[in-house]
């Protein structure tokens, strides 16, 4: 276990954060905070198992669980050090059952959908590496669609390969700066997610440098940048939806300040909505305006600001993009070829809600792409839509691994259950020769009911299939159950 390095707090912050902490909290708490180890945590993922099947499932680890507040699927992980656990090395990890996120970055989903129906276009802002995406993805149970943006080109395949492991199905990527969306899709989304870039200061219990290039010119920057970013995605939020802006840092220059700005361009058409009754305790934490501005020693977590912004009425557009999106890549498949490709599909024991998800293809490519943006094709370019879900060769199709795992039966005639033993030697990208073959030549693999790939039965072994980026070389003790 790596020592933990208490961070290094300049005394220019330490006396900006004593200007604006409240009188009920006390300095030397939020230093002591600020100095101690982050709480590990995790989120089950509701697309794959049950809170309840999980709970079940991690007993043999060992792990005491506490349960997060603002998140039913949240669970503080008391006891990581302690046991020596790779969480991300286990079984359950890897077969996308829970996401390793940190407390306080679940509050702005759970926000999101404070008070609110499953909306049904929904835009993450700065999404990688995918926490919020997944989770909110998992709150609406992969229906409608959800836009995961992310500005940083080397952050993109971390984003797509956690959306991939959990099983989503209902997003389209985007690689843009997150100005271009309110002239690019004015009024388009229902709710919009802006997890804002930021200077970090809340996070220095699990980063101790976060602070090293810290300073009030750096923020004013920052700020700039959060109030270009706010603008655009109320212009790209539809009248009557909700914005969520957070950040994980806490002054108010890039938290409070820039939604009192946005309220200042459109006096009209901008409104708080109260978080104080999120969750038993989010009092604690509420300001006087409805935001909550988390300092660490409250809840003893990372700290964050989280505000709920409705947009009550339209807004003057903003001048229209000047680029060019160029020939959309894609058309959709003909009713006759659709129906055989469902029909194939579903011999495998794949399926998918047809009013949800529309096949579209490109060359020897077939997609599944959620339908709730086919208006947006041509108007944005897209990173990828949706789900590839197969190519054509020759003798039929090559079933793609993103779409078994996001879509298979698990209790399909061909599905086959892996054991620890065997689950271990498939995300270890080796052969298996169980004992109890599978009936079927192709077959769904499953792990505790939620599938994991899809491979051939040759003579005695399973064939491993598993995409080459997706193998874990060298298996810890942890990567497979513990005995009881």
């Keep these: 276990m790596a020592k933990f390095t208490p961070a290094n707090l300049p005394a220019e912050f330490l006396d900006a954060m004593r200007d604006i902490m409240p009188s009920s909290l006390s300095m030397d708490d939020f230093i002591a905070a600020c100095q101690r180890p982050l709480r590990r945590s995790l989120r089950v993922n509701t697309l794959k198992i049950s809170v309840e099947d999980f709970l079940q499932l991690v007993q043999p680890y060992g792990w005491q669980l506490e349960p997060i507040p603002w998140c039913a699927e949240g669970f503080w992980l008391l006891n990581a050090e302690e046991e020596g656990t790779r969480p991300g090395n286990t079984l359950a990890h890897l077969s996308g059952l829970f996401y390793i996120q940190e407390a306080s970055s679940m509050l702005p989903v759970s926000a999101l959908f404070h008070h609110h129906n499953a909306p049904d276009r929904i835009l993450d802002v700065a999404a990688a590496p995918g926490s919020k995406t997944t989770q909110i993805a998992a709150r609406v149970n992969n229906e409608g669609a959800i836009v995961a943006n992310e500005y940083s080109a080397s952050r993109v395949k971390v984003l797509h390969a956690n959306i991939s492991r959990c099983g989503v199905s209902n997003t389209a990527m985007t690689h843009f700066d997150g100005r271009v969306f309110g002239a690019a899709l004015p009024d388009y989304f229902d709710a919009i997610l802006l997890d804002a870039p930021c200077s970090g200061e809340g996070v220095v219990r699990k980063d101790p440098a976060a602070m090293s290039h810290w300073s009030p010119a750096s923020i004013d920057e920052i700020a700039a940048t959060q109030r270009d970013l706010i603008l655009s995605a109320f212009h790209a939020l539809k009248p009557g939806g909700v914005m969520i802006y957070s950040t ?39 300001t006087e305006e409805g935001f909550l501005h988390v300092f660490p020693q409250i809840y003893d977590s990372e700290g964050f600001f989280v505000a709920r912004l409705r947009k009550t009425a339209s807004v003057p557009p903003l001048p229209p993009p000047h680029y060019k999106v160029g020939k959309f890549p894609f058309s959709p ?32 490519e077939i997609w599944l792409f959620p339908t709730a943006l086919a208006d947006a094709f041509g108007k944005i370019k897209f990173s990828r839509i949706g789900l590839k879900l197969a190519e054509r060769f020759s003798k039929g199709f090559r079933w793609q691994h993103e779409a078994v795992i996001a879509l298979a039966d698990p209790n399909a005639d061909n599905a086959y ?16 020769y169980p004992e109890d073959l599978p009936d079927a030549n192709d ?6 009911n939620t599938p994991v790939g899809l491979a051939k039965r040759l003579g005695n072994r399973i064939k491993n299939s598993l995409p080459r980026d997706r193998v874990r070389d060298g298996a810890s003790p942890f990567l497979r159950s513990p005995e009881p």
């Design 333 to 364: 498949v003909a009713a006759k070829d659709g129906a055989l490709i469902t029909q194939a599909a579903n011999r495998l024991g794949i399926h998918w809600d047809s009013a949800q998800r529309q096949l579209w293809q490109r060359d020897s």
């Design 443 to 448: 077959v769904v693999l499953t792990y505790h």
């Design 417 to 432: 259950a892996l054991n620890d033993q065997t689950a271990q030697e498939w995300f270890q990208g080796k052969d298996s």
């Design 248 to 286: 994980c840092t806490l002054n108010s220059q890039e938290n409070q300040q820039v939604c009192r700005w946005l309220q200042s361009q459109f006096p009209d058409a901008c409104e708080v909505e109260s978080l104080r009754d999120l969750f038993a305790g989010a009092e604690l934490a509420t």
